[in-house]
């Protein structure tokens, strides 16, 4: 399928060890929409979290629509992910068994959808930063 990417965020393969991802949608108010299809959006630091049995997508910043005055939403409000409950309940027990975290990777519509890419990951040490770059050269 062809899919128009929006925003990637770059600094998630340098900080973290990816071991899974999973596509899901997103929950946004109009503006949101008209502003992302101008490609206005930030990824960096943002991360998802499970809450009560739903996903929660936190510090994304996506910029106001100027033509949209009132109807505009606060940039980096908490937005809630479209995941089936089985899902839900396989990640949670994934960040709770192995200490993991799921944060952002990517931001693109698929088949006129708004979608999010979050990543199962953990936090890399300084060492294994070094260790990487050694491998590279």
Known sequence: ???????TNRQAHRDYAIFETIEC????????VKSLREGKANLKDSFARIES??????????SPYEQASIFNVEPT?????LLHKKEINRLAGKLVQR?????T??????????KVELGLAKGK?????RRQIKRKE
């Open 77 to 81: 409000r908490v937005r809630r992910l």
């Open 125 to 129: 040490r300084l060492y294994d930063k």
């Open 99 to 103: 200490g993991l975290t799921l944060i």
């Open 53 to 62: 049995g739903e996903v929660f997508l936190y510090n994304t910043h996506i």
């Open 25 to 32: 949608g997103i929950e946004l108010k109009g503006a949101e």
């Open 105 to 114: 990777l990517k931001l693109y519509f698929k088949k006129g959808l708004a």
């Open 1 to 7: 399928m062809k899919e128009k990417i929006i925003a």
